[in-house]
Every structure is written in C-alpha cells, then in structure tokens.
C-alpha cells in the first residue's frame, strides 16, 4: 500500500499541469501514504507508547486539510469548481484529513494505544486507504472500464468493499471472544 500510494502521488505530481484533477490527487494520495504509514507504525510501535512520528505526524492530515479547505473555497468562487472538481469534494476530503488530525492528537493526548483499540486504528487506518485505492479505481476511473459497465452497481460495491470489510472487522475485533465459553479446565 505504501508502495501503490508513493507511485499514485509520484504519477499524479509528474501529469500536473497536463491533465486536470492532478492537485488534488496528489492531495489525496499524500492522505494514503499517511494513512497507512501511520496505521503501520501503530503495530510497530510498542503498546502504549509514542514516538516522534506520532509527535509529528499530525501535521500532515492538519496541513493536507487546509489545503482541502482552501481549495473548496476556490471551488466555491469559480463557476466550474477547481482544477475539474465541485466544491463538496474538498470540503469531505479537507474534513476527513481533519478528523485525522484530531484523532492523532487524542492518542497524543493519551501517551499511546495498547490491546483492542490499538488494533482498531490499524484495522481502520489501513482499510481506509484501501478504500481511497478501490474508489478512486472503480468509481473515478470509471472511462477506463468497458461502457457497459459506466455508472454499474458492480463498479459501486468493488469501489466501497473496503469500508464493508473495515466495519466487519472493527465490530470483530470490538467484540473479540466475548461470546464464547471459557475452557472448562478439567
């Protein structure tokens, strides 16, 4: 994933200024990387422990936000948006990546994850990326695909998969073994 993101924001920079949509892509991309790095370093890292990543890393969904906000405003001003977008689009993505920041800044705020919740943010973190990688194939790139196929429910449920899988497992792992008998110790 880290790999995919590094190439997605690599490809997207060197078409700026020859394609529209390319800043925001690049935008986008960076969330990803961030993503699933941060969600990488949270099983790396020791329980219940932060680093200077964490100490730092913050910064990246705060500063990609403001460049979302920024960006919708100047959606909102012109009368075919920015760089080929609607303003909503900047304005979800600039609240996601402030989200981001604000739940970095809990962990912060609690010195460091351990057991279930730990996981959680693994869990979440890395299906959400794989939910950009998924929608932004199967919903926005829709022209690549067979005309048949334009505007499918198929290409709808391939594109929103991940965030079905992240729900599925985040409930799993919420709940845990809590329903099942304790071993009899015979």
């Known amino acids: 994933m880290l790999t995919m993101s590094s190439v ?16 925001p892509n690049v935008a986008a991309g960076s969330l990803a990387f961030y993503l699933v790095l941060s969600g990488y370093v949270t099983v790396k890292r020791k329980e219940g422990t932060i680093g200077l990543f964490e100490r730092v ?3 990246i969904p705060l500063g ?16 075919h948006g920015f760089d080929g977008y609607a303003p909503i689009f900047f ?15 809990r962990v912060l705020m609690k010195g460091g994850l351990s057991g279930v919740p730990r996981i959680a943010r693994h869990l979440w973190r890395m299906c959400f990326a794989f939910f950009f990688a998924a929608g932004s194939f199967f919903l926005g790139q829709q022209k690549v695909m067979p005309v048949w196929m334009h505007g499918s429910k198929a290409l709808l449920l391939l594109g929103t998969a991940p965030l079905g899988f992240m729900l599925f ?17 015979v």
Do not use: M, T
């Open 64 to 79: 990609i936000g403001a460049l979302f906000l920024y960006w919708g405003a100047l959606a909102r001003s012109r009368p």
């Open 169 to 185: 497992w985040l409930v799993r792992v919420r709940i845990g073994n809590r329903f099942k008998s304790p071993a009899s110790g």
């Open 91 to 105: 304005f979800v993505f600039g609240g996601i990546a402030f989200l981001l920041a604000a739940l970095d800044l």
């Open 57 to 59: 890393s913050f910064l």
């Open 8 to 23: 997605a924001v690599f490809l997207a920079a060197s078409l700026l200024g020859q394609l529209p949509g390319q800043s």
